[in-house]
């Protein structure tokens, strides 16, 4: 354990305290941490190289800050810490193993830049083997909080990025609160992302996303327990196999609350996901908007209620993948009260799965929705068990299951006698 205002940082909030950080970085061996006591670590004008198995922790997020600025280097984006594939040789042969980063604040709103700068992070590491990562607070960065990749064997526990990626148009890459690129080490990245409070920042809450179209999209990823709101998507899953979602709250983002689609870098969009036991609730626009996948996804055990848009939407974005998804599953959902449709079906399927769903009183008096609406080719659907109806007066669901000019159910289809 080594005590950063031994080896030359004040934490008195003047003193640009990067470079001292830097030299001590380099100085220390695998296995050593750097302790940074109660105090505000003013980190200026470059972002510090971090090294293998050297550990950063404070005394907790109300005690320790590091402040981010670039009074000197107007150009420069400002990291807390980082190690790079392009800037530092950064592989599964050379990554940063062994490292914790906890109990400390990283403040990025003292970072000013002429534009989006992808690298203006609070943490940018890449290639992390054996990483933890808990009790951060990230906040006003100019690009993504916490915007780390390729992490295995890996845990991101009660982070909290707040206002992060505020120079994000939208439409950048990265500019969320936590961001994970994943597939570089493989078909399998064991990572868990837990406990986590993602709120207001510039895309997604929390996303993980591809980074190489050539790569094959990685099993082993879990998002529990967390807690996205506010954001333009609250959780979304850009290239993942198998991600597991299970009891998070995705409220109140602009545009969907869970997004799966082709929005990512490489414009490969998750599958054969679980997510389970979830809130999506208060979205403006749609609460599920999946996508662009070749199929799988299972979605069970959830609320899915009040949405500005459709409760539960499958379709495809231009300029990805647009082939049938296949074995798509909806089971023992609450739906309700959303404006549009409760499922809302603009995307080809091939044997869907809608059973058990309790879906009731969605649409609105000016625009009445239904149930269930098919306004693609659907091959092979079951749908059975489900519960319909409508309580509102007027009603706001006149229509239980609604096929449109577009729509079709085609053989064969296993319905409900009823």
Request: one cysteine or more; proline letters at 6%.
């Amino acid at each position: 354990m080594i005590n950063a205002r031994e080896h030359g940082l004040t934490g008195d909030g003047v003193v640009n305290d990067q470079p001292a950080l830097q030299r001590l970085v380099d100085a220390c061996r695998p296995g050593d941490v750097i302790y940074c006591p109660a105090g505000t670590y003013a980190i200026q004008d470059a972002g510090t190289i971090w090294r293998t198995g050297v550990s950063l922790i404070g005394d907790g997020p109300a005690a320790t800050r590091f402040v981010l600025g670039n009074p000197g280097a107007p150009q420069t984006p400002v990291p807390l810490a980082f190690w790079t594939t392009l800037q530092h040789g950064a592989s599964a042969q050379r990554p940063i193993a062994d490292v914790t980063f906890a109990g400390f604040e990283i403040d990025g709103i003292q970072v000013r830049l002429p534009g989006y700068d992808v690298l203006a992070k609070g943490l940018g590491l890449q290639y992390v083997l054996r990483g933890t990562f808990r009790d951060l607070y990230i906040h006003d960065t100019p690009a993504t909080g916490f915007g780390c990749d390729f992490l295995q064997d890996s845990t991101v526990e009660r982070v909290v990025a707040i206002r992060c990626g505020r120079l994000d148009s939208g439409w950048e890459k990265g500019g969320a609160g936590i961001g994970i690129g994943v597939g570089g080490w493989g078909a399998v990245e064991r990572l868990t992302v837990t406990e986590c409070v993602a709120l207001a920042n510039g895309t997604n809450g929390i996303f993980v996303e591809l980074q190489d179209a050539a790569w094959t999209p990685p099993r082993g990823i879990r998002i529990t327990g967390c807690h996205a709101e506010g954001n333009k998507y609250g959780i979304s899953d850009w290239g993942a196999d198998g991600l597991l979602v299970s009891g998070c709250m995705m409220i109140g983002n602009r545009t969907a609350g869970f997004d799966v689609s082709g929005q990512g870098t490489t414009h490969i969009a998750g599958r054969y996901g679980v997510i389970t036991g979830c809130v999506v609730d208060d979205n403006p626009g749609d609460g599920m908007s999946i996508g662009n996948t070749p199929g799988g996804y299972t979605v069970s055990a959830s609320r899915i209620s009040r949405n500005g848009g459709h409760g539960y939407r499958q379709h495809n974005l231009p300029g990805a993948i647009r082939i049938p998804a296949a074995d798509m599953v909806l089971d023992g959902n609450d739906i309700w009260d959303n404006a549009g449709d409760g499922i809302r079906i603009d995307g080809a399927l091939i044997d869907p799965f809608l059973v058990n769903n309790r879906i009731r009183g969605n649409g609105t008096v000016e625009s009445p929705a239904a149930g269930i609406t098919v306004n693609a080719r659907v091959i092979s659907a079951t749908l059975r068990n489900q519960r319909i109806w409508d309580r509102h007066s007027p009603p706001t669901q006149p229509v239980a299951v609604k096929v449109t000019e577009h729509g079709e159910l085609a053989d064969p289809v296993y319905l409900d006698p009823d």
